[in-house]
């Protein structure tokens, strides 16, 4: 079922501390992207068609801005026990064979999607280099997928806050599979 993303955190609150385990065995929180000028958190998944068709969007937003100061990051929130794809082993075979150039942690106690609010998947948040929220939603129009964007939303806003300014927009919903909780 598709669904857009809530707003719970709103522009200028703090980034929600997490400590997570990635793709890699290696554990990360907030300070290990505090030299970040811009910090995109995007909660995603392995099997939903919408994260699917954004992939080479998010991968080229991390190739494009690298050197400008973004960091991405991927944290998956699915309960894996009715959607195997989505546990940590599918996380690292799927980053393996998508070829995942950010970094992809898991949220198995679904604790930080709560605390962020992401209610979809993709639900992209970006925040500045006070790890302050600036632009919350979609990476473009495109919001099926199949459909062809025309206005390229996050790598706007991702530009403004790597000069230090404001993005246009500070929410624009996304559109995504829900994620998927526990019970």
Known sequence: MAMQSLQKLKTGDKAPN???????????????????????????????PYVKA?????????????DK???????????????????????????????????YLHDE????????????????????????LVYHGRFDDALEPGQKATQHDMEEAVVAVSQGKKPKHEFLYSLGCSIKWKS
């Open 18 to 48: 997490f400590n997570l385990k990635g793709i890699d065995g290696k554990y990360y929180g907030l300070q290990d992207f505090k030299d970040a000028k811009a910090l995109l958190v995007v909660f995603m998944c392995n099997h939903c």
């Open 54 to 66: 954004k992939l080479e969007t998010i991968k080229n937003l991390q190739s494009k801005y690298k």
């Open 69 to 103: 100061g973004l960091v991405l990051v991927g944290i998956n929130s699915n309960e894996s026990e009715n959607y195997p794809e989505d546990s940590f082993e599918g996380m690292v075979e799927t980053a393996k064979d998508k070829d995942f150039n950010f970094i």
């Open 109 to 132: 106690t679904q604790a930080v999607a709560n605390a962020y609010g992401a209610s979809c998947t993709p639900d992209p948040f970006l925040f500045d280099n006070q790890q302050k």
